[in-house]
Nanobody, 115 residues
Framework: QVQLVESGGGLVQAGGSLRLSCAAS????????MEWHRQAPGKEREVVTE???????VYAESVEGRFTVSRDNAKNTLYLQMNSLKPEDTAIYYC?????????WGQGTQVTVSS
């Protein structure tokens, strides 16, 4: 059983920055790939980025060069640094990890970017 809790969302003007955190408990996640997803109003949930246990990072084209994913294994925490935010980045952001075929999700954190 894993619990994921996201934080750090908020309201920011276009061009601004936010740093999201995802604190995990119940299981050490250092050997698992973790992901950030987001869901905008009226749209399907999409993958934003993933970070493999060995550190390899993959980004959606829409956030490449603006967002940076990282993890602190000592704190069992995943981060998402978001720079140069755009109104189209407005969404609920979720962290997720899949263990033995079972996906675990946090409750999400709202990011709103005003123009």
């Amino acid at each position: 059983q894993v619990q994921l809790v996201e934080s750090g969302g908020g309201l920011v003007q276009a061009g601004g920055s936010l740093r999201l955190s995802c604190a995990a408990s119940g299981r050490v996640l250092s050997t698992y790939t973790m992901e950030w997803h987001r869901q905008a109003p009226g749209k399907e949930r999409e993958v934003v980025t993933e970070i493999h246990w060995a550190g390899r990072r993959v980004y959606a084209e829409s956030v490449e060069g603006r967002f940076t994913v990282s993890r602190d294994n000592a704190k069992n925490t995943l981060y998402l640094q978001m720079n140069s935010l755009k109104p189209e980045d407005t969404a609920i952001y979720y962290c997720t990890v899949t263990l033995s075929g079972t996906p675990y999700w946090g409750q999400g954190t709202q990011v709103t970017v005003s123009s």
